[in-house]
Nanobody, 123 residues
């Protein structure tokens, strides 16, 4: 069993920054691919960024490229999402997900999820 706990969300002004963390525990999570998704009210859960187990290969949604950075510290079993130049449209609940291999951008492909952390960007 894999447990994921997100933290770091909050309220920030447009143009500001936040860093989200996802602490993983359970099985050898350092071998898992990790991803961040987000879900705004009334919207589907959308892919934001993903990283393979080694951390050397990353993926981003077009809407966040150049602003967000995903990286991981396998010694701490933690994956991070550094979010810069935040926009009001980034407002959502952000979820961390894990799988034994990188599973693309569809949320249904990931079996392990955290509870989410709210990010609100004020204009």
């Amino acid at each position: 069993q894999v447990q994921l706990v997100e933290s770091g969300g909050g309220l920030v002004q447009a143009g500001g920054s936040l860093r989200l963390s996802c602490a993983a525990s359970g099985r050898t999570t350092s071998r898992y691919a990790m991803a961040w998704f987000r879900q705004a009210p009334g919207e589907e859960r959308d892919f934001v960024a993903g990283v393979r187990s080694t951390g050397s290969i990353v993926y981003y949604a077009e809407s966040v490229k150049g602003r967000f950075t995903i990286f991981r510290d396998n010694a701490q079993n933690t994956v991070f999402l550094q979010m810069n130049s935040l926009k009001p449209e980034d407002t959502a609940v952000y979820y961390c997900a894990a799988h034994t291999y990188y599973s693309g951008t569809y949320y249904g492909n990931y079996p392990h999820w955290g509870q989410g952390t709210q990010v609100t960007v004020a204009s």
